[in-house]
């Protein structure tokens, strides 16, 4: 079919668009299982006291950086096929967060050192947390000022870079919060401050990345926390989270990790544009951002069927 756009001078210039009947995409690729959640789950797993059992499980590195903070933390790890099985030795109201050698590594992983850095703040000892490579020249300083509002004393090494230590008790606060620096570093101070004795009350404003802290949050209540969030506020780039103190993080019989809806957005657009893609097992409805690309392409009018 002919196409044509208007240009500044008024002119309308014509292309023809040729669909590549040569390059036909068919079959159904294999989606792993979202990094983002398995992180999250594998960290709660750890802080429990007791078996939680996660299916669907896909190896990466970030996925072996959170299983390393998991032995950090002093939990028991098996893997059988796709099925991972996490025995958490904590017990965080009695003993404080026990961390062996006081370390966290948290690999290349940028989400898991915004999570430690908040939840280093439950061991009753100072604790560093620490990565390699790429994730040693990438400032992770964001909320320094709340991190001090809830008890933490933070020590880079060098500037704003990792490592950086973590001391002082943790404690309940009223924050308001700028959410411009993204949702990482909110999210540990979400699952941190359940464990602490007062309650907690997170406003964020210009929240940029609100999808992965609904995730923290439901990843969150299936290991026991109770829903932070309150009625929806009139803005969309605006978000309050109460959040209870006194929870304890409880293990999870069984539980299956999403696929990833970032890696399957390749696929779906690939497949609009040349193929007959079939993907299945992602979750309708899912908290993860990227889960926006099936509306996305709704919205082109590109055929699925659902």
Request: aromatic share 8%; proline share 4%.
């Amino acid at each position: 079919p002919r196409r044509g756009f208007e240009t500044a001078d008024g002119q309308f210039c014509y292309y023809d668009f040729v669909k590549p009947q040569s390059r036909i995409l068919k079959g159904e690729p294999f989606i792993p299982a979202s990094k983002s959640m398995a992180q999250r789950a594998i960290l709660l797993a750890a802080m429990c006291e007791g078996q939680t059992k996660l299916y669907n499980f896909s190896i990466c590195a970030d996925t072996e950086a959170a299983l390393t903070i998991a032995m950090q933390l002093g939990a028991r790890i098996s893997i059988e096929g796709n099925s991972i099985t996490i025995e958490g030795h904590q017990n965080i109201p009695e003993n404080g967060l026990k961390v062996k050698d006081n370390i966290l590594f948290a690999g290349e992983s940028g989400l898991l050192a915004r999570l430690c850095i908040p939840l280093a703040g439950l061991s009753r000892e100072p604790v560093t947390v620490t990565g390699e490579k790429t994730l040693l020249s990438r400032r992770i300083s964001e909320h320094r000022g709340a991190l001090k509002r809830i008890g933490l004393k933070i020590e880079y090494t060098d500037r704003d870079f990792l490592p950086v230590t973590v001391s002082g008790g943790l404690k309940g606060a009223n924050l308001k919060l700028n959410g411009t620096h993204g949702s990482q570093m909110i999210s540990g101070m979400m699952l941190a401050l359940s464990q602490c004795a007062a309650e907690s009350v997170l406003h964020i404003e210009h929240l940029t990345s609100a999808p992965y802290l609904d995730l923290t949050a439901t990843v969150g209540s299936y290991f026991g926390l109770k829903d932070p969030s309150f009625p929806e506020d009139p803005q969309d780039d605006t978000r309050t989270y109460f959040i209870e103190g006194c929870q304890k993080f409880k293990p999870v019989r069984g539980m299956e990790l999403e696929k990833d809806w970032s890696s399957a957005a390749f696929f779906l657009v690939a497949g609009a544009m040349m193929g007959n893609i079939t993907i299945s097992g992602l979750k309708a409805g899912s908290e993860q951002a990227d889960s926006v690309i099936y509306d996305f392409l709704d919205q082109c009018h590109v055929d699925i069927v659902r």
